[in-house]
């Protein structure tokens, strides 16, 4: 677990584990403010806590991801249904281009000059994802693997600003001048095309397929996941929209089906990778 997270309370009333292929409708919620954890709630329901999830690590440092239940053994774990770990596989920036432009101006001739020069970069970005599935705890049985191709691109604009500034005595004289520096930097991101794929599938010959729905890069949208394996949504039209991720699934080890829909939909949905994609 991360800085300041804690195992989330056992309910009062445990509620058993999922069956193979049940209908189940789940809501994972921070178990916390500061907490990475997750608490899931079976039928979306907030009065009945059902399982939690697990997360150690950063996007950069490999995570891991374990779903577990409430039956607690002497250490203090939960019952493993599903772990995860995800890395970043490869990450590459190409098709660098550079304009700059600058301008000098002044009022009258008596005012101090001042010149901005902006440089303009932009490039093209493209990221690959990878996440495995167990069985267990320490990730011994591998049952399922997704792979995660992302491209995009992205726009750094570095404005500098030089200006002559007088130097002043105590009593108020110009004694003479200096030039004085400011520099902004601002960069934008934006994903063009997210493609994921279940690379295989424990008792599966050919895996299923994961459709994504909405568009990205927009103030206000929906993104909508669906397949066999899970089907999950995120609404970004909130500050805090997709603080809490709603997952279906009836999958024969629903432990799976709830694990990848929240790993998908929360840490690598086209928002996530967006954000944490090193560009500059």
Same mark, same amino acid.
């Given at each position: 677990?991360?800085?300041? #997270?804690?195992?989330?309370?056992?309910?009062?009333?445990?509620?058993?584990?999922?069956?193979?292929?049940?209908?189940?409708?789940?809501?994972?919620?921070?178990?916390?403010?500061?907490?990475? $954890?997750?608490?899931?709630?079976?039928?979306?329901?907030?009065?009945q806590?059902?399982?939690?999830?697990?997360?150690?690590?950063?996007?950069?440092?490999?995570?891991?991801?374990?779903?577990?239940?409430?039956?607690? #053994?002497d250490?203090?774990?939960?019952?493993?249904?599903?772990s995860?770990?995800?890395?970043?596989?490869?990450?590459?920036?190409?098709?660098?281009? %550079?304009k700059?432009?600058?301008?000098?101006?002044?009022?009258?001739? *008596?005012?101090?000059?001042?010149?901005?020069?902006?440089?303009?970069?932009?490039?093209?970005?493209?990221?690959?994802?990878?996440?495995?599935?167990? *069985? $267990?705890?320490?990730?011994?049985?591998?049952?399922a693997?997704v792979?995660?191709?992302?491209?995009?691109?992205?726009?750094?604009t570095?404005?500098?600003?030089?200006?002559?500034v007088? $130097?002043? $005595?105590?009593?108020?004289?110009?004694?003479?001048?200096?030039?004085e520096?400011?520099?902004?930097?601002?960069?934008?991101?934006?994903?063009?095309?997210?493609?994921?794929?279940?690379?295989?599938?424990?008792?599966?010959? %050919?895996?299923?397929?994961?459709?994504?729905?909405?568009?990205?890069?927009?103030?206000?949208?929906?993104?909508?996941?669906?397949?066999?394996?899970?089907?999950?949504?995120? #609404?970004s039209?909130?500050?805090?929209? *997709?603080?809490?991720?709603?997952?279906?699934?009836?999958?024969?080890?629903?432990?799976?089906?709830?694990?990848?829909?929240?790993?998908?939909?929360k %840490?690598?949905?086209?928002?996530?990778?967006?954000?944490?994609v090193?560009?500059?």
């Amino acid at each position: 677990m991360g800085c300041c #997270d804690s195992k989330s309370s056992v309910p009062d009333v445990i509620i058993p584990d999922p069956e193979p292929g049940e209908k189940c409708k789940v809501l994972f919620k921070k178990n916390g403010m500061m907490s990475r $954890d997750q608490n899931v709630f079976k039928d979306c329901d907030k009065s009945q806590k059902w399982l939690m999830m697990d997360k150690e690590g950063s996007f950069w440092k490999n995570p891991t991801y374990i779903l577990e239940n409430f039956v607690r #053994d002497d250490k203090g774990n939960g019952k493993v249904l599903c772990s995860a770990k995800l890395e970043v596989t490869a990450a590459k920036t190409y098709g660098h281009k %550079e304009k700059a432009d600058s301008d000098s101006s002044s009022e009258d001739s *008596s005012d101090s000059q001042s010149t901005v020069e902006t440089v303009v970069t932009k490039m093209k970005w493209a990221q690959e994802i990878k996440v495995k599935f167990y *069985s $267990d705890r320490d990730r011994t049985d591998q049952i399922a693997e997704v792979k995660v191709k992302a491209k995009g691109k992205a726009k750094k604009t570095v404005v500098t600003t030089t200006e002559e500034v007088e $130097d002043k $005595d105590e009593e108020g004289n110009v004694t003479g001048t200096h030039e004085e520096e400011r520099v902004k930097t601002d960069i934008e991101k934006k994903v063009k095309k997210v493609k994921y794929v279940i690379k295989s599938i424990k008792g599966e010959e %050919e895996p299923p397929k994961i459709k994504l729905k909405g568009k990205p890069n927009k103030s206000a949208y929906k993104l909508e996941w669906e397949g066999d394996v899970f089907q999950a949504e995120i #609404d970004s039209a909130g500050f805090f929209g *997709s603080e809490e991720i709603e997952v279906k699934t009836s999958w024969k080890n629903p432990g799976l089906g709830m694990l990848m829909g929240y790993v998908i939909a929360k %840490e690598i949905s086209p928002d996530d990778i967006k954000d944490r994609v090193s560009v500059f």
